[in-house]
């Protein structure tokens, strides 16, 4: 069965990085789009990015543009969102889930991680 | 930037059914999708490409799209279904949410 689990949360100043993974099995990761979606405690859901099965193709939500960029390693089933300048109200839990095609325009959400919590503060 | 509007609250008698949506420019002639979050959990996918069902998802869900409106109706709605609900699409090369509509059975 399709598993997301995703890593590297914390509490991190304002300012400063942070770099997320999303560990992927139960599926052909290298034949799938991802993507980072997160949401703000009480809030709804926020598309942050996302990124083709081969790495050629990344999307972003244009509040994160210049600041955060995603990436995979096919070779270790790995999702990376490497998150800079983080602001306090980028607090949020940082779901990865995986695209239903291999392209990424178009695509929707079929599975979705537990996600990772990310906490912007001083 | 694209926007995608939903109520922020229905409410539904158990076994009556529920409507819920969600408004954006043209949103007809793109895909949508709906996403059912209980609270606690990850979002799952009810509906995609307008009005398809992924397995294992009851066939009391059903979607429509048309004009500058996209549907979710949950026919015969059960206590089970009290959960938010997101609507979501794609506007050139991004991702939108709607602002999620918390669905109440009582």
């Known amino acids: 069965q399709v598993q997301l689990v995703e890593s590297g949360g914390g509490v991190v100043q304002p300012g400063r990085s942070l770099r997320l993974s999303c560990a992927a099995s139960g599926f052909t990761f290298s034949s799938y789009g991802m993507h980072w979606v997160r949401q703000a405690p009480g809030k709804g859901l926020e598309w942050v990015a996302v990124i083709s099965y081969d790495g050629s193709n990344k999307y972003y939500a244009d509040s994160v543009k210049g600041r955060f960029t995603i990436s995979r390693d096919n070779s270790k089933n790995t999702l990376y969102l490497q998150m800079n300048s983080l602001r306090a109200e980028e607090t949020a839990l940082y779901y990865c889930?995986?695209?239903?095609?291999?392209?990424?325009?178009?695509?929707?959400?079929?599975?979705w991680g537990q996600g990772t919590l990310v906490t912007v503060s001083s | 930037s694209y926007e995608l509007t939903q109520p922020p609250s229905v409410s539904v008698s158990p076994g009556q059914t529920a409507s819920i949506t969600c408004s954006g420019d043209?949103?007809?002639?793109?895909?949508a999708c709906w996403y059912q979050q209980k609270p606690g959990q990850s979002p799952v996918l009810v509906i995609y490409q307008h009005s398809k069902r992924p397995s294992g998802i009851p066939d009391r869900f059903s979607g429509s799209n048309s004009g500058n409106t996209a549907t979710l109706t949950i026919s015969g709605t059960q206590a089970m279904d009290e959960a938010d609900y997101y609507c979501?699409?794609?506007?050139?090369?991004?991702?939108?949410f709607g602002g999620g509509t918390k669905l109440t059975v009582l």
């Open positions: 043209k949103l007809g002639d793109k895909y």
């Open positions: 889930a995986k695209a239903n095609t291999a392209t990424v325009k178009l695509s929707y959400f079929d599975f």
């Open positions: 979501q699409a794609w506007d050139s090369s991004a991702v939108v």
